[in-house]
């Protein structure tokens, strides 16, 4: 999100130690922008590769995974645009489109994702309704709508409207999949009818499992998100750009946006840790 928020202010200050400052910042940056295109190109392939193929549980029921991952090569592509233009300048203008990827592609499927497992969980008869691939088809032809508007809107609005319209999205794609989770979670909690009794002797291996997995899952979300919500707050109330925060908030969002990757691997029984686990 800084790269498409760079010209909001101007920081104070000329001095070396401000400029040193900022070199390591802008390293740091550099350095999640290559992280993220050098793990996430190879693994987000292959998740690729093993829905196509029909390794999981197929392309039907993966289908907001397999959009997801999608985003995330394009992610990985714009994080190769922002590197390769810090050299070659005529390159920003497809930085500034991709980059509402990043902003709003993958928050947006990651909704999807928690949205259909919260009606998997508390509304089944609701989700076995809207199971068909055809709604999942339409879902995410309505998501690729919105990403593209918002990677145009990159190209034509100011930094400062962008800063507050991905501060505005991203805080509520946090709060519904925040619902979601919690719902699903206090769901799982619960004992189904009839089975008191026998979990208090034997817990149920598998919803222990969703639980912990779910769990994972929000933790990871509140990682991405909430630093950025913050980071975005602090920016519009001192009207000033932070880089250390903003470059803090990059490696929190590569990082944890890994986790969801991994999780699904580990599911399809292809991630190394699988069988220990």
């Known amino acids: 999100m800084k790269n498409a928020t760079v010209n909001f202010t101007t920081t104070e200050g000329t001095t070396n130690s401000t400029t040193q400052s900022f070199e390591l910042m802008d390293s740091l940056e550099i350095c999640g922008h290559v992280i993220c295109l050098l793990f996430g190109l190879p693994t987000h392939s292959y998740i690729l590769w093993l829905i196509v193929t029909g390794t999981g549980s197929g392309v039907a029921s993966e289908f907001f995974i397999f959009n997801l991952s999608v985003c995330e090569l394009g992610i990985c592509l714009n994080n190769l645009v922002f590197v390769l233009s810090m050299w070659f300048t005529s390159l920003s203008r497809i930085e500034m489109f991709l980059a509402g990827l990043s902003s709003t592609g993958r928050p947006l499927f990651q909704c999807l994702i928690c949205v259909e497992r919260y009606l998997a969980v508390v509304h089944p008869v609701t989700f076995l309704k809207y199971k068909p691939l055809r709604y999942?088809?339409?879902c995410c032809t309505v998501a690729w709508f919105i990403v593209l508007g918002c990677c145009f809107l990159c190209l034509l609005v100011s930094d400062e409207v962008k800063l507050i319209l991905f501060l505005v999205l991203f805080l509520l794609f946090f709060i519904i999949q925040l619902f979601c989770l919690v719902a699903v979670l206090?769901?799982?909690?619960?004992?189904?009818?009839?089975?008191r009794a026998r979990e208090r002797k034997e817990e149920n291996h598998m919803k222990r499992r969703a639980f912990d997995l779910i769990l994972i899952t929000t933790v990871s979300m509140a990682i991405i998100y909430v630093p950025y919500i913050v980071i975005g707050f602090v920016t519009i109330l001192k009207q000033q750009i932070i880089n250390a925060l903003w470059s803090f908030g990059l490696i929190c969002y590569v990082l944890a946006g890994?986790?969801?990757?991994?999780?699904?691997?580990h599911r399809a029984g292809k991630f190394f840790l699988s069988s220990k686990l």
């Open 258 to 265: 890994f986790v969801q990757p991994v999780l699904y691997l």
């Open 136 to 138: 999942r088809v339409i």
């Open 186 to 195: 206090r769901a799982l909690k619960q004992s189904g009818p009839g089975e």
